[in-house]
């Protein structure tokens, strides 16, 4: 069984930064794919970051490119997004997610089975 706990959110002012952090356990092992999903208020939950769990290689949507950075510890099985510069427009609840089969399609929430129960962004202005 999996499980993933997403932690470090909260209320920052514009053009500050946070740190999220996804713990998982369970079944790791056979993750390929672990992503960053975002949902704000009466919006549809967008991708913002994937990682490849063995390959490290990183994607990123391009609203928060070059202001995200994603970034895995396979020993500890977490991952971590840093946030910097953040935008009124970031706040959202974000989520970690997990998939075991995931295709090029990484940024479609679809591909993901194991979701996190978020953890709440709030930018202000």
């Known amino acids: 069984q999996v499980q993933l706990v997403e932690s470090g959110g909260g209320l920052v002012q514009a053009g500050g930064s946070l740190r999220l952090s996804c713990a998982a356990s369970g079944s790791t092992f056979k993750f390929n794919v672990v992503g960053w999903f975002r949902q704000a208020p009466g919006k549809e939950r967008e991708f913002v970051s994937a990682?490849?769990?063995?390959?490290?290689?990183?994607y990123y949507a391009d609203s928060v490119k070059g202001r995200f950075t994603i970034s895995r510890d396979n020993a500890k099985n977490t991952v971590s997004l840093q946030m910097n510069s953040l935008k009124p427009e970031d706040t959202a609840v974000y989520y970690c997610?997990?998939?075991?089969?995931?295709?090029?399609?990484?940024?479609?929430?679809?591909?993901?089975?194991?979701w996190g129960q978020g953890t709440q962004v709030t930018v202000s202005s």
């Open positions: 990682i490849g769990w063995s390959s490290g290689r990183t």
């Open positions: 997610a997990a998939g075991e089969t995931v295709t090029i399609t990484l940024s479609k929430a679809y591909e993901y089975p194991y």
